[in-house]
């Protein structure tokens, strides 16, 4: 059964801080990873990563997967308090469906 | 707004009742998905739709639970005889492969159910 593990489960930083999400897998026939971020709402897309070791930026946010490790990581850097949300990981895998399996989250907290 | 939208936003019903919720996805968006989440968990893949065509269903659906989407356009999600372990938000995505066939699913806001 695919699988998606998320830690830590919550964080509590303050702003100006620097925080690093993890997401560990094991699926079979990976095709992507995803980030997401969640505020009391639906999740927003932030990033897909195929690649293994390729950097993907977007602001104080980046992410890079390792394929042969089976993980990935967020980082924000200079953190907000608009940051504090739900940062979901989940795995595209080939197949006919193209169903995400989403880990359960990374609860952020960012104080003033 | 040309995201994915969901109405009713929320729904409050009684143990027993049916209830239908309707999904618009993203107009040129050909694959549509319907995902499950309780508090505290992420998302759970319950449908998945290529055009009108029902390609793959989640055992998480029970025999109450069924999904159409007659012209591949909006999509329609029915519980009947509700309990209250169906309370969640049910969210619906849409998605367009790109070039090389990965595919990134843009969700609607949910529709939050409470079964009383």
């Known amino acids: 059964e695919d699988k998606v593990v998320q830690s830590p489960l919550s964080l509590v930083v303050h702003e100006g801080d620097t925080v690093t999400l993890n997401c560990s897998y094991e699926v079979t026939n990976f095709r992507s990873l995803l980030w997401y971020k969640q505020e009391k709402k639906a999740p927003t897309f932030l990033f897909m990563l195929?690649?293994?070791?390729i950097e993907k930026k977007s602001g104080r946010l980046s992410s890079i997967l390792d394929k042969k490790e089976l993980f990935s990581i967020l980082n924000i850097t200079a953190t907000q308090t608009g940051d504090s949300a739900v940062y979901l990981c989940a795995v595209l895998t080939s197949g006919s469906a193209r169903q995400l399996t989403f880990g359960s989250g990374t609860q952020l907290t960012v104080l003033p | 707004d040309t995201g994915v939208s969901q109405d009713p936003r929320h729904k409050i019903t009684k143990r027993g009742q049916n209830v239908t919720f309707r999904c618009d996805p993203i107009?040129?968006?050909?694959?549509l998905y319907w995902y499950r989440q309780t508090l505290g968990q992420g998302p759970e893949f319950l449908t998945y739709f290529q055009n009108e065509a029902q390609l793959e269903k989640s055992r998480l659906l029970s025999d109450r639970f069924s999904a159409e989407r007659p012209k591949g356009s909006f999509s329609t999600l029915e519980i009947q005889r509700t309990e209250q372990g169906d309370s969640a938000m049910y969210l619906c995505?849409?998605?367009?492969?790109?070039?090389?066939?990965?595919?990134?699913?843009?969700f609607g806001p949910g529709t939050r159910l409470t079964v009383t």
């Open positions: 995505a849409s998605s367009f492969p790109d070039r090389d066939g990965a595919y990134e699913q843009y």
């Open positions: 107009s040129e968006h050909n694959r």
């Open positions: 195929t690649s293994s070791g």
